[in-house]
């Protein structure tokens, strides 16, 4: 590899000192280097990285900040199909491999085209008000139909491949995929799933019933998620989080349409290490 991106979180870089010794590192090597403007400002059409902004023949994405940044970077540039490798700079991370004491050697082994490519599968969620499609986007984690206001019980109909699965009351659902079994869901009670597992994870959040668990559905599945009307059959307010980061607000009648995503993100691998290795290693961290 020759030709890298910096996309870098400012807020745990203010001072771009990282990301400087990246660049001074590589360019020091022949390598080309790009980074992210640090005065970019988020437009609609994407959530953290313009992917326009990232040149034709960029050969990596050095993603520095966390899991989060990590995310958001992965489904802004889904399209482009370019592999992302992170640096954490934050506390624990189960998708950014490298910290500051592991990034150099790492590194050396870009350099040297001394890596591995995982997929990780994405979703796509589309949401509906009306019967009319009002927003659509993808995450690398979940899709979350969660509460919008108040401590209320959400009630909340999911169907699979157009069949009536179940009503569910509770603080919320999650649609997750393998990588986003080791967040949020992981909070909620679900299991922890090899990333290289193809499925969706279906987690219902704190649900006002003894015998509600999680379910697993093929990748091929169709999940809708619909609102529900509250108590005395008055209309109730929810909200569609993707990846925790966009949100959009939504009412009794709503639904969200829930699929594998066209494309899945690609993530380097420098270590060879196992995910039950990392598993173990991040959850002493704890």
Same mark, same amino acid.
């Given at each position: 590899?020759?030709?890298?991106?910096?996309?870098?979180?400012?807020?745990?870089?203010?001072?771009?000192?990282?990301?400087?010794?990246?660049?001074?590192?590589?360019?020091?090597?022949?390598?080309?280097?790009?980074? +992210?403007?640090?005065?970019?400002?988020?437009?609609? !059409?994407?959530?953290?990285?313009?992917?326009?902004?990232?040149?034709?023949?960029?050969?990596?994405?050095?993603?520095?900040?966390?899991?989060?940044?990590?995310?958001?970077?992965?489904?802004?540039?889904?399209?482009?199909?370019?592999?992302?490798?992170?640096?954490?700079?934050?506390?624990?991370?189960?998708?950014? #491999?490298?910290?500051?004491?592991?990034?150099?050697?790492?590194?050396?082994?870009?350099? %040297?085209?001394?890596? *591995?490519? #995982?997929? %990780?599968?994405?979703?796509?969620?589309?949401?509906? *008000?009306?019967?009319?499609?009002?927003?659509?986007?993808?995450?690398?984690?979940?899709?979350?139909?969660?509460?919008?206001?108040?401590?209320?019980?959400?009630?909340?109909?999911?169907?699979?491949?157009?069949?009536?699965?179940?009503?569910? %009351?509770?603080?919320?659902?999650?649609?997750?995929?393998?990588?986003?079994?080791?967040?949020?869901?992981?909070?909620?009670?679900?299991?922890?799933?090899?990333?290289?597992?193809?499925?969706?994870?279906?987690?219902?959040?704190?649900?006002?019933?003894?015998?509600?668990?999680?379910?697993?559905?093929?990748?091929?599945?169709?999940?809708?998620? *619909?609102?529900?009307?509250?108590?005395?059959?008055? #209309? *109730?307010?929810?909200?569609?989080?993707? !990846?925790? !980061?966009?949100?959009?607000?939504?009412?009794?009648?709503?639904?969200?349409?829930?699929? +594998?995503?066209?494309?899945?993100?690609?993530?380097?691998?420098?270590?060879?290490?196992?995910?039950?290795?990392?598993?173990?290693?991040?959850?002493?961290?704890?």
């Amino acid at each position: 590899m020759k030709n890298f991106y910096i996309v870098t979180n400012f807020h745990k870089d203010p001072d771009m000192a990282v990301t400087r010794e990246i660049t001074d590192y590589l360019e020091a090597h022949g390598a080309v280097c790009r980074v +992210r403007p640090k005065n970019a400002v988020p437009e609609q !059409d994407y959530r953290y990285t313009d992917p326009t902004d990232i040149p034709a023949d960029t050969d990596c994405i050095l993603v520095l900040g966390g899991d989060g940044t990590l995310m958001l970077t992965a489904g802004d540039v889904a399209d482009r199909q370019i592999p992302l490798l992170g640096v954490n700079l934050g506390n624990l991370g189960y998708l950014a #491999e490298l910290d500051r004491s592991s990034m150099i050697p790492a590194l050396d082994c870009l350099l %040297r085209d001394e890596y *591995q490519i #995982e997929r %990780r599968m994405m979703l796509e969620g589309t949401v509906f *008000q009306d019967g009319e499609e009002v927003f659509r986007d993808i995450a690398m984690n979940d899709v979350v139909i969660g509460r919008s206001d108040g401590m209320h019980i959400l009630s909340l109909d999911i169907s699979v491949n157009g069949a009536y699965l179940n009503n569910y %009351r509770a603080d919320g659902m999650i649609v997750a995929t393998p990588t986003g079994s080791t967040g949020y869901s992981l909070s909620a009670g679900g299991p922890i799933i090899a990333p290289e597992a193809d499925l969706f994870l279906l987690m219902p959040v704190a649900p006002h019933t003894l015998n509600t668990r999680g379910i697993v559905l093929p990748p091929e599945s169709l999940i809708t998620v *619909q609102v529900g009307p509250g108590r005395d059959g008055r #209309e *109730q307010n929810a909200m569609a989080y993707f !990846d925790g !980061d966009e949100k959009v607000p939504m009412k009794t009648g709503d639904r969200v349409e829930i699929r +594998r995503a066209h494309t899945d993100a690609r993530i380097l691998k420098i270590h060879h290490d196992s995910f039950l290795d990392t598993l173990r290693r991040k959850l002493a961290a704890l």
